[in-house]
């Protein structure tokens, strides 16, 4: 399972340097940070991710709180997912340790919240991805845990979202179905988009969106595909390397869209 490893990063120079040492000097807030995070999954600055993760840990060991630390949290889970795509293997392992550790804080405070286990699963899909030969064990685990977030909270778009992932990315040896995670992908969506106060800087949201449009390319609807990026377009024209990549599957095949 591969979860969130569909990032697609594409390095494009951006001035989100700027944004983030103007931040930094300022004194960030949680908004300041999603924002960073979010400019920087547009533009493919990853490094600028990372920086923004560093400065992220600084300020909620001077400001603590819950709604911080899940910020932090999901930031962590973004860049891990990437480190794994890129093989950054010794990277993603000491991330994965501070995000459990993290998530163990959440835990304390909230011990029967359906997400925590949803990213238990995900974190044991990550560790999957850095150890290989244990996927036999790991990937049992992971969905239980996933199966047992869903239970628990089937409305949650964590929940939702990690299931999805558990469908798509695993064999299907071990329960990988490509049809059956696109109701789920589908159904995550639905409920982002219900509230609309979530859209804005949502990197999470764009990711599902191109996670469900590489399903249906997956499963042979392609029509559906180009319809998501098209979808992400409208929704945000600056993440240039849908239109100019991904969608040139449409272009290419189809001839224009209107």
């Not at 569909?6 to 001035?15: A, D, G, H, N, Q």
């Not at 973004?78 to 459990?100: D, T």
């Not at 790991?138 to 089937?154: S, T």
């Not at 059956?180 to 639905?190: L, M, P, V």
């Amino acid at each position: 399972m591969k979860v969130i490893q569909s990032l697609i990063i594409y390095f494009i120079i951006s001035p989100l340097a700027l944004l983030i040492s103007s931040a930094v000097a300022e004194g960030q807030s949680i908004s300041d940070f999603k924002s960073m995070i979010y400019y920087s999954y547009v533009k493919g600055e990853m490094s600028e991710w990372k920086a923004a993760l560093s400065d992220m840990e600084d300020s909620y060991k001077r400001s603590p709180s819950d709604e911080f630390l899940y910020e932090l949290l999901m930031a962590q889970y973004g860049y891990i997912g990437f480190c794994l795509k890129e093989e950054y293997k010794k990277e993603a392992a000491l991330l994965l340790e501070k995000a459990r550790d993290n998530l163990e804080t959440l835990k304390t405070k909230d011990p029967y919240n359906a997400e925590w286990l949803a990213l238990e699963g995900a974190f044991l899909g990550y560790e999957m991805g850095l150890h290989k030969l244990k996927a036999m064990v790991l990937g049992p685990k992971a969905k239980d845990k996933i199966d047992e977030a869903v239970e628990k909270d089937p409305e949650r778009v964590r929940t939702l979202v990690e299931k999805a992932n558990q469908l798509y990315f695993s064999p299907k040896i071990v329960g990988g179905d490509p049809e059956e995670a696109i109701k789920y992908y589908r159904k995550a969506i639905n409920k982002i988009e219900s509230e609309p106060v979530s859209l804005k800087n949502n990197w999470i949201y764009v990711n599902t969106l191109l996670v469900l449009a590489q399903a249906y390319q997956e499963t042979d609807n392609l029509p559906y595909a180009c319809a998501i990026y098209e979808k992400i377009m409208k929704y945000d024209p600056d993440i240039k390397w849908v239109k100019n990549d991904l969608y040139s599957v449409c272009t290419g095949k189809t001839g224009p869209r209107q």
